[in-house]
Structure formats: C-alpha cells, structure tokens
C-alpha cells in the first residue's frame, strides 16, 4: 500500500478484520493517519468493543468468523446510530457491500486497496459527521424560539446569561459555570450544550460531590476487568460516555484534590 500525503481529520476507529496481515497494517497506518484505532480479530470481538466504547467509524471485513461484518454495522448501528461504517470487501462478495450500504454504511473498499484510497474515504467519512453535526446544531437552534427556552426568566442579567451562553456554545473550549447550589447551573450547560455543534452527541451530567471518594475515579474513567477487587467486568468511563458530547462536572469543586489534579490533565 502506498501513503498519501494528506491526513483526514482525526477518528475513532474500530477495525475488524481475521487477516492478521491487515490487522498489523492497520494497527501501525491509522494511528500515523491521526487516528485511534482498535482493532478485533472478528465480529464478537468488535461487538464486545462496541459496547465497551464509543467510536466514529467503524470499519469491517464482510466475511469474518462469528459474526460477519453486516451484523457488526447493524449491532454498532443500534447502539450508536450516528457512527460511520465503512466495509471491505473482495469481489466476490461485492453484493453483499451493495447490501451493507442498504444497512446504513456509508461506504465500501475493495480488497486490496491502497492507503490513498483508505484515506481519502476516512475523509469524507469526518466531512460528513463534522457537516451533519453542524447541520442538527443549526436546525436545533432555528427550531427555538427563544434561543434558551430552559432558562425562564428576563430582565438585563438573563439577557447577558442568554448572551454568553449564545458566544460560548460554538467554541470547543472548556466552560466553567459559577453559582450557588440551585441557581441553574445545570440549565446554562444544558443550554450551551443545545446551541453548539455537539448538540446530537451525548450531554452526561453527575453531581461530583454525591459520588463516594473510592469510587469517583472509576466513575470517570472506568476500569479494566480485575483492575481491583470487586472490578468483575469492564466499566466504561463517563468521559468516554460524552465521547463527543458534552460532560459536565456539578460541584467538581468537592472532589479530592488529588482527583481535582488529575481532572486538570484530561481537561
């Protein structure tokens, strides 16, 4: 396979494929594309990956042990209808991408195909999540009324609320919203939340001051199967959640310290 120059934007993958060959391939060129990449070595194991974690684009061999890959478009389709699929095929099974499509994947490659090809289709695969949030976000925001129907309320500081909220929501930038306990924090982020291209994506909130102290950072971060006694099974983390979303931490001002300095590294 030959590189290309440009890089797309950057995605979360899922790779399945059973050709170790590819997985190797894949394991090393996505990531230098500027991708994350998880890869599975066939279909139970990518829908065990689907459940676990929240991902852009999946992108699947049809024919592979287990479950092929039409099941795995259609289980990754259920869980997170917004996520890209994109199959690889050999041309004996090219019918069956013709019926992936109708599944909802977006596109399909042909094996063996090269890495410009790869890339220029995991392009226009974040072209069109980056067009389609932008799209959602403009129709939400056309669909109000009111701009913020759920802050009620007028007077000159709603109106400067309402303004800020308006000047935050397109921005990526981390917000923090000061007040006392009850006075609507939760509504302004809300707000923000609806107003910005992350509007479809998933709004996550928890009360940090209501979680006990040894079980805030599995809460946050989740943990591994056996990472510690009583971890029976893999937990996803609530960042990884809002994967996309929006996350936002009620009093984060009651949290230990120590977990304070490591919120401060992942923000």
Do not use: W
Not at 208 to 222: D, K, R, V
């Amino acid at each position: 396979m030959k590189k290309s120059a440009k890089s797309p934007k950057p995605l979360r993958i899922l790779f399945a494929d059973d050709e170790p060959t590819l997985q190797e391939l894949m394991s090393n060129e996505l990531p230098r594309m500027g991708h994350e990449v998880t890869v599975c070595p066939d279909g139970l194991t990518a829908m065990a990956a689907l459940e676990r974690n929240v991902y852009d684009c999946v992108l699947v061999d049809l024919d592979m042990p287990g479950r092929n890959g039409i099941a795995v478009i259609t289980y990754a389709k259920e869980i997170a209808p917004t996520t890209e699929a994109v199959v690889l095929t050999g041309k004996s099974t090219l019918e069956t991408a013709v019926a992936a499509l109708r599944q909802g994947a977006f596109d399909y490659l042909t094996k063996p195909c090269t890495l410009v090809q790869l890339k220029s289709l995991l392009e226009r695969v974040a072209d069109k999540r980056e067009l389609t949030n932008k799209y959602r976000a403009l129709k939400r925001q056309l669909e109000r009324v009111e701009g913020t129907p759920q802050l009620i309320g007028g007077g000159p500081a709603m109106d400067r609320v309402r303004k800020l909220i308006a000047k935050v929501a397109p921005t990526n930038s981390t917000v923090l919203i000061l007040g006392e306990t009850g006075c609507g924090k939760e509504l302004v982020a809300r707000a923000v939340h609806d107003q910005s291209l992350r509007a479809e994506m998933p709004f996550v909130a928890i009360n940090c001051g209501a979680l006990p102290e040894n079980l805030i950072e599995s809460e946050l971060f989740g943990h591994r199967k056996g990472a510690f006694t009583g971890a029976d099974d893999h937990r996803v983390g609530l960042f990884e959640v809002a994967h996309g979303g929006t996350l936002f931490l009620d009093e984060i001002g009651e949290l230990p310290k120590a977990m304070q300095a490591k919120l401060l590294r992942v923000l």
